[in-house]
């Protein structure tokens, strides 16, 4: 039975709207961060009876076979966004893709409502029915080994100038910046691929009601800019709200910043003509069915733009569990719990949130705890766990940070390929608990593609060093030997057989590991 949160209770307004200032008080980021009254940290509104087997894209004809089904073929869902064909842990059979409803924005796979056939799935590969002629009622499912049509096949890798800019510090020199520093660091080459301007890049309408970009942050403009991100092979973001106000506007007093409600047809078409890729959509008081307006609005541009939400705003936070709306078929990403800062105390409160939400989690439809603070105030050993535990509940990785002033050890760790994989893995299932073998220790198991393999995370959220250990029957696989390798430290470690057991987890780390039963 689910729990409904109790109506929405008071957040402080806490936005300045200045660059970074020396008085950091408790928040690292005070100037760019909204201050949340200590009473709603923890938003204690997502607790639930366990949830449904299937996602709330409805009944599963897609990928039946061997490693059984991903729920995201669903025809039952309003809409029935979803048109992934089966993704068989270890091929599976052949999937029915979904219905491709009236709803169906994800996939873009047709608006006719055109049933789609997964096609056979390659080893490994994420059958996605559907290719993306919109209504045109083609049969997708050629994709085979990796292949995919569904915009958002995997979670999203990319850079946000929240975290580290706020309102006042975004401007033209900062994203190009950051861009060029996604080629020279190495962060393309690892899968990141959007570039994403938050709040603060607008300067209201002109006379004809159309959006315009802040002259003095953005002298260039934004399609400038969006042509000097393709340039260089990667996609842009911009940020609405479905309001009048951004939350800049409403929080912070940042006048220029105006909403997109009543303007979602035009808004989307201007997006679509400077060349946006993705819209972040941040509730801002707004109304939850707004959503689905933009949505259907970003799709009638035909461009395929990746649709971001965040239907939480004050709370109650809108989550596959506990929420009027049916989110695989609003949106290809939504937030799950106020925004993050950069201490271990909010990445744990973003974790337990996230954690009962894995129902809603599947290709082109994700859960987002919120965007990565690695390299902005976490130590080390914090950022490579906070990094573990994103890509073990298929996060987005949407890094935070200054990626022209990272350290090394920051570059790592957003750069682990091995790690990465966790996240990106095909078959799309966000990891869950399967144990707690101590006050503070958990391990979570997340299914990966390919035969009796998981991906596993020996969690130590404590403050002491501990042992911790996993029983192979926790993770569903088959009596007898499996290898187990450790991720972080790019090592086999050999055969075990029943359980595995990591000594001296330091605190505050994730042991990161892939076992796979032995053939
Ligand atoms: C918040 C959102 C943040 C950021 C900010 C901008 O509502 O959660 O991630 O986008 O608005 O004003």
Redesign the pocket.
């Known amino acids: 039975m689910v729990r409904h949160c109790p109506a929405a209770r008071p957040r402080v307004k806490g936005?300045v709207l200045a660059g970074p200032s020396a008085d950091e008080g408790t928040l690292k980021n005070p100037t760019h961060q909204?201050v949340l009254a200590a009473a709603i940290m923890g938003l204690g509104c997502s607790e639930s009876a366990p949830p449904p087997t299937t996602a709330a894209g409805g009944s599963s004809p897609g990928g039946a076979g061997n490693g059984g089904a991903i729920s995201s073929g669903g025809n039952s869902a309003p809409g029935g966004g979803m048109t992934s064909g089966g993704s068989g842990e270890s091929g599976g059979a052949p999937g029915t893709g979904g219905n491709s409803g009236v709803g169906g924005f994800l996939s873009s796979a047709g608006t006719a409502g055109t049933t789609v056939s997964g096609g056979a799935a390659g080893t490994g590969g994420v059958s996605n029915g559907g290719a993306s002629g919109a209504g045109r009622g083609q049969t997708g499912g050629a994709a085979g080994a990796g292949g995919s049509s569904v915009l958002g096949a995997t979670p999203p890798m990319g850079w946000n100038s929240?975290n580290a800019y706020g309102?006042n510090g975004l401007n033209e020199t900062v994203v190009k910046n950051m861009a060029d520093a996604f080629v020279t660091t190495g962060m393309k080459d690892a899968g990141y691929e959007y570039v994403n301007l938050?709040?603060?890049w607008m300067d209201g309408r002109d006379s004809n009601g159309k959006l315009k970009w802040s002259a003095s942050k953005f002298p260039s403009g934004i399609p400038a800019l969006a042509a000097y991100i393709h340039g260089k092979g990667l996609k842009i973001g911009i940020?609405e709200t479905p309001n009048t106000k951004?939350?800049?506007g409403i929080?912070?007093g940042y006048a220029p910043g105006v909403g997109s409600v009543g303007h979602e047809t035009s808004d989307a078409q201007t997006f679509a003509s400077w060349g946006i890729d993705y819209l972040?959509y941040?509730?801002?008081q707004g109304q939850l069915s707004a959503f689905a307006v933009m949505r259907d609005a970003l799709k009638a541009t035909g461009r395929p733009i990746f649709y971001s939400i965040?239907p939480g705003?004050q709370g109650p936070f809108c989550t596959p569990t506990n929420c009027s709306l049916n989110l695989p078929t609003i949106a290809n990403l939504w937030?799950i719990g106020?925004?993050i800062s950069a201490n271990w105390s909010e990445v744990i409160r973003l974790i337990d949130a996230n954690k009962n939400q894995y129902s809603g989690a599947g290709p082109g439809h994700w859960n987002d705890p919120?965007?990565l603070e690695v390299g902005n105030g976490l130590n080390d050993t914090e950022g490579r766990a906070h990094f573990s535990m994103w890509a073990i509940m298929a996060a987005p990785l949407i890094t935070g940070n200054d990626l022209t002033k990272m350290s090394a050890a920051t570059k790592a760790t957003l750069t682990n390929a091995e790690v990465i994989a966790v996240d990106q893995d095909p078959l799309g299932q966000q990891g869950r608990v399967v144990g707690t073998p101590g006050a503070n220790l958990e391990v979570w198991s997340k299914v990966m593609s390919g035969t009796n393999k998981r991906a596993v995370a020996l969690f130590n959220r404590g403050s002491t060093t501990s042992s911790i250990a996993v029983q192979f029957s926790q993770l569903g696989l088959p009596a007898g030997a499996a290898s187990v390798r450790d991720l972080w430290a790019a090592k086999g470690l050999g055969l075990a057989t029943g359980s595995y057991t990591a000594t001296n987890v330091p605190s505050h780390s994730v042991v990161l590991l892939e076992i796979v039963s032995a053939p």
């Open positions: 936005v909204y929240w309102c938050d709040d603060c940020y951004t939350c800049a929080y912070g972040k941040d509730k801002c965040n705003d937030r106020f925004d919120d965007m």
